[in-house]
């Protein structure tokens, strides 16, 4: 991004194949990214184009997650999920870092606290060229606190229902959704409880599964 804040776009090609296109815009995108940048990289060439690093937030048992690790997993794409509560397996790398469930059970919502900061450490340990969380008032925090952008915030229900109701999920919502790249609301009716927050409606993509990775990254 340039220093005025505009968003900038670099063509790499050359018509000959094999000549290392790809391989040279991951490392440039890489050394961007060591200088503060915030980068994202499509590969047009169908044949074997450059996957995306995409880390997903959410609790272990929330399964909405599932068909977009699936999705984009049997794309190509490297993807990570970091679970903030004890689930069962997924077919793609996964970090726990909530506690057991005894002791959630035993601390319930409190245990999500330091899950969130753990959760920041192994975000930032993968780099990922994309975060998307599910959940505003859990996996949204723990997107918030990792830094890393552009990073996508899915508001599934009472996390937004319930939360504009409150004073401090109120704010706190205001300022975790004026921070992500894109606010997916998945109901009309939540968008515009979003919208009510004074988010940009430009920001806000009412959308299932892939078109929020895209989203962010336009």
């Known amino acids: ?3 005025n804040g505009k968003r900038r776009v670099a063509l790499i090609a050359n018509e000959k194949g094999g000549v ?3 391989v040279f815009t991951r490392a440039l995108v890489d050394w961007l990214r060591t200088q503060g940048e915030r980068v994202i990289a499509f590969d047009a060439d169908g044949s074997i184009g450059a996957t995306m690093r995409i880390c997903y937030i959410a609790l272990g048992k929330f399964p909405h997650v599932d068909p977009y690790l699936d999705y984009f997993s049997k794309r190509g794409h490297d993807v990570h999920f970091v679970a903030l509560t004890p689930g069962p397996r997924r077919p793609v790398p996964t970090q726990e870092v ?3 469930g005894a002791f959630l059970r035993l601390c319930g919502k409190s245990t999500y606290i330091p899950a969130i900061l753990r959760a920041r450490k192994v975000v930032r340990l993968l780099c990922p060229d994309i975060v998307h969380a599910h959940y505003a008032t859990s ?3 723990a997107a918030y606190v990792c830094g890393i952008h552009p990073w996508v915030v899915t508001a599934h229900g009472t996390d937004v229902t319930l939360g504009v109701k409150s004073f401090l999920w109120r704010n706190l919502l205001r ?3 004026r921070k992500a790249d894109c606010v997916n609301p998945v109901s009309n009716g939540l968008r515009q409880m ?3 927050l004074g988010i940009a409606p430009g920001k806000i993509e009412t959308a299932k599964t ?3 990775v ?3 990254a336009g």
Request: proline letters at 0%; zero cysteines; hydrophobic letters at 45%.
């Open 1 to 3: 991004m340039a220093a």
């Open 20 to 22: 290392g296109k790809s």
């Open 98 to 100: 909530g506690g057991n």
């Open 139 to 141: 996996a949204g925090l």
């Open 175 to 177: 300022e975790l959704f």
């Open 194 to 196: 979003v919208a009510s």
């Open 210 to 212: 892939k078109a929020k």
């Open 214 to 216: 895209k989203k962010a």
